[in-house]
Structure formats: structure tokens, C-alpha cells
């Protein structure tokens, strides 16, 4: 299946904004993040089609995720 | 002992006087809105001598604590027609505490048509008639009572906008660099326009440190706080290398960027528009990342845009202000909103309802959907020289859907609501609803629980908890702005245990008392209250608690979210 990835602030950094992904059927966030070389405990935001997910949620063929360390502002 | 500097611009005396005791546990808003509601009539017009402009200091302000260097200005609104508190930034406020003064009492008005400065320090205040400085705007202000009273003196000014009482106009403060911060919301400076007051400026000449009644206690405090401010991801790193304006690319994946004038909720050009786009070009041309607003503050939100030259363009260069112009006027060049915001500094206008009124002038007709050449030229030719048309659309969003007959006008108590769509993060519409402010993000900040995820979960799209989550941002909003504290100090507060005692040790510390969480809330508490009773006094109740129309009748894509909720839902907010 294949997914869309965006990433954003410092995840960007020597990586990418936004790049296509094939993965197996059954893949969750979490294996994605791991295979980016990130730690679970660096994801501050998961985004699953514009909704708030979680690192166990299972991704499907046309997901849109995107991932933020934790920022803010106001 | 603070003193309390009173200020009659009717028969041009000051004074200097004790604070009552029932003032001295207060600063900063909690002190700007009890003077407010003791002191100005509720149903006086706004900028009549009636109304009264009170300036103070938070209760940290001028001790060693991390980012407590806020000032609280405070009158009744002539936007919203209820009481206003705006905080902000610059050296003012420091230099105030220092010298001993609790707050500033602006009273009255002048009998004739002379227009005034004020110069405050250690031994009182003085009224001088001006005349040179009319007419200005706010940077040449700056450098001129900087060459006439020295590099170090405090400025609090107002640009053309204020002269001419504009509802959207601020009140500027100068901050460490010579440049600006604003007590942007509810046109204070049109207040401080109608007291015929151009600037006022401080002389810091006497100024002491503060009295700390267990120093060692406060340092240990102070550095507590300190370390939770550093140690939290949005505080230490996030707001210090992206700005607040990381919030684009993050709202425009959750579906909340309101985009032209709020017809949907994602914008095409976002990502030329971003934090991490704008991070890049400040680096690129050489300006500052980060850039703190007051001495003291250790997050360092603010920044320094250059352009391509890599001359000076702006700096605190605010999400909100980005989001308006950007999105919501559809416009992808984060250059000209660089220029827009300077402009709007020296006009002294705030940005946030400048920028939600220029998305209502385009829904008008009066410029196209993203024309930012268009805009520039508005606010020079036509705000800052106070044309017919100028002052309509420095009147702020309300102002030019009356004028024009628009009904998609998003405003709560006449003033324009910020940069969070309240369809899909229905916490911020129900502080938009509630907020004694009018639509005011800040004083109830659900984004960090909604989309951050700051302070736990809870889901932007349900109605589920949403008031009671508001309510206790308000609640403790209010208490911290009286605190002097910058607003995110609330990041850290949310999440880490140690930070919000810290913080009470602080203030336990200064003045030798012992206040409880549960005291801290309390006044909170009493705020809220108190300001809300002066509205209900001015006329403004819970029928004015409500979010525009179209928001319950037009879906937002892409979460085609409407705002559900009803007027006894809502109102369930003051049950406290
Ligand atoms: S974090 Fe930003 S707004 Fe807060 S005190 Fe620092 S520069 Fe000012």
C-alpha cells in the first residue's frame, strides 16, 4: 500500500517535507517512525488524515500522516 | 512601600498616592481590571473623559524571574464596548517596578485641542504639551524622545492610528532593540488618543531592584521555574527556533487555518507561509531566529525578519499576524506581510483585527483575494493618513462589514476572531464566545490541549470537555496574567508538576505570604468575575457569549465541522 509522509519543523532536518511510502499491509505509525531513525518519545503530534493519531493506529492504502515533534505557539 | 501614579488630563495635575489595601495582593490585570471596574462608569462612551487607562506591572515584574517582564494595560474598550486588559511586552514594564510604581491612572481628557507627553519617573509625573512629535508614527516617536531624553528612556506611543481613535489602534512599547511590542487588542490606543496623550516616557534614573521579602527562597524558586521553562519541548526548543508561526503547517493539517475569510480551513500556499519556511529565510539572510521581547525572557518567541538586502524589516513577527494576512487574505508572500507588519507597527494598529478586517475588505469588494500590494498601499495611503475609507477599515473587521454589508464578519463582542478555526477546534470557540476580551485566543488557549497536545488530550472536533477546558484556561489565565508572566509560561505549567509551584514560590517569596494553588485559582476566579460584572453593567450578557451565525450554518472543509453548540451549552461556561 502506499501512503503519503509529511514531516515537519526539526523531523525535516536532513530527511524530507513530504514523500510518498510503500509499506506492507498492517503497518503501523510506529513502525514508520522507527524507520525514520526517530524515537517515540520525540513525536510530539501524530496526524492521520487532519485527525489526531496515535502511534499504534494501523495506516491504510491513501493515508495522509504527518508527523511534528512537540511545538506550540499562540 | 509601591505608589500609585494618578494622572487627570482634565485639569492637567498628578498625584502620587498610597495603595489601598485592597489593591496590594494585585498586579498586572488583576490590578488593570479591579482599578477599571471600581473607577470607570461601565456605560461611559469608551473615549470619553469618563473612561480611565490604567497601566501595571505584574506582581514578578522587575525581579529575577524568567520572562516576567509584561505590563497590563487596561480601560474599557471602545472596539467591544466592555473592559479590556492587553499585555505586552518591551521595557516598560521592568522600569516601572523598579521605580517603586504599582500602576499609572490616566483620567479625564484635555478641555482643548492640545495634545501631551507624559514624563514619568522616580518623583511623580509631569504633563508637557507637544507638538512636534503629532502626527508621527511610532518608530520616529521611539527615536525622537530616545534623542531628546536618552538611549535608555521607556516609551509607550501611539501612531497616527491612535491620534485619529481608531478602534484597532494600539498602544506600542518600546522593547530593548528601540523596535516595538503592542498592547494590540480592543483599541486602547484610541483611549490613550482621546486623553490627547502622544507618548509617554519613562526615565529609569532611581530605579531599585525590587524588595524580596525571602531572597533565598525566591532563587531557589526561580530557578525551579527557570529549568521547567528550558526543559519543556514547546518552551526550550519549539517557540525559541520556529516562533509561534510553527502553527501554520500544524493548523493547516488539522483542517483549523481559517482561510479566506473563513470559508475553508486549509490554505494552498501554507508552506511558503510556514515557521519553517520563514526559520530558513531569516537564517539565509542573516536576521535573528530568536529574539526575546523584555530582558529576562529565557523562550525567546520573538525574531528578526530581514528582506533580501538583509536590512531590518520586522520583528515579533507573530503567527496570528501571518495566519491573517496569509491565509485568510489568501496571500503566500511572507515578504510583504513582513512590510505590512512594520507598517502596522508604525501606524500603530493592532495586527490581529488589521488582518481579519482585511480578509471582510476583500469579501467586500475593497481589494482582490491576495492583492498584498494592494493592502500595502490601504494602510499608507488610507489608514495612516486617516482617509474616509482609512478610518472605516481602521475601525477594525466590524467596522467594514457594517460599512459594507458583508454578514460573513467573524467577530465576537465587535472584535475579530484569531487564527484558530472554531468549527474544528471547538475549545477556542468557546473561549472566543466567553472570554470577557471578546474573541481573544489568549486568554484561554485550548489550542495546546486541542492541537498540541499540551496539558493532556481533547478531541478538537467534539464538544466533549470543551467548556470546562476552557474555563480552567481562563481561570488560570487570568491569575498568570497577573503574574507579569508571558503567556507561555503555561506550556511548561500544563505539563510539568514543579513549574506552576515554582511559580507561586515566587510570588510567595516576594512578598512574604502563602498563597495555596487553590488561593491562585481563587483569584482567577475573581477576575473573571469581575470583569464580566462590569460588562453585564455596560450591556454586554450572555447573548453576546455567541459565535457569529455562519459558523452554525456553513460547514468548514475539510472536516466540514459547523459550530454545535447551543446557548445553554455555553453559557454552562460561568457556572464556577
Ligand atoms: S516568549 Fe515571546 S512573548 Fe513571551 S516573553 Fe519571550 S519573546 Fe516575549
Known sequence: ?74 | MDKIFRVNMTDLTTKIEEVPAAWAGLGGRGLTSTIVAAEVPPTCHALSPENKLVFAPGLLTGTAAANSGRLSAGAKSPLTGGIKESNAGGTAAQMLAKLGIKAIIIEGAPKTGAWYNLAVSANGVTINEEKELLGLGNFAVIDAVEARLGKKTGVLTIGPAGELKMTAANISVKDPDSKIRSHGRGGLGAVMGSKQIKFISIDGEGAKPVTIADPEKFKTAARAFSKALLDHPVSGEGLPTYGTNVLVNILNEAGGLPTKNFTVGQFEGHDKISGETMHDTIVARGGKPKHGCHAGCIIQCSQVYHDKEGKYVTSGFEYETIWGLGADCCIDNLDDIARADNLMDDIGIDSIETAVMFGVAMEAGILKWGDSKEMLRLLTDEIAKGTALGRVLGGGAASVGRTYGVTRVPVVKNQGIPAYDPRSVKGIGITYATSTMGADHTSGYTIATNILNVGGYVDPLKKDGQVELSRNLQIATAAVDSTGMCIFVAFPALDIPECLPALIDMINARFGIALTGDDVNNLGKYILKTEREFNQKAGLTNVHDRLPDFFKTEPVAPHNAVWDFTDEEIDEFWNF
Do not use: C, W, Y
Not at chain 1, 4 to 13: G, I, W
Not at chain 1, 44 to 67: A, C, F, Q, Y
Open chain 1, 1 to 74: 500500500m502506499q501512503i503519503t509522509l509529511k514531516l515537519f519543523a526539526t523531523f525535516r532536518n536532513g530527511r524530507f517535507k513530504v514523500a510518498e511510502q510503500e509499506l506492507a499491509e498492517g503497518t503501523d505509525v510506529r513502525q514508520v517512525v522507527l524507520s525514520l531513525g526517530l524515537t517515540e518519545e520525540e513525536i510530539g503530534i501524530v496526524m492521520l488524515n487532519g485527525r489526531h493519531g496515535e502511534l499504534d493506529s494501523k495506516l491504510s492504502h491513501g493515508d495522509t500522516l504527518s508527523l511534528f515533534p512537540l511545538v506550540g505557539g499562540g
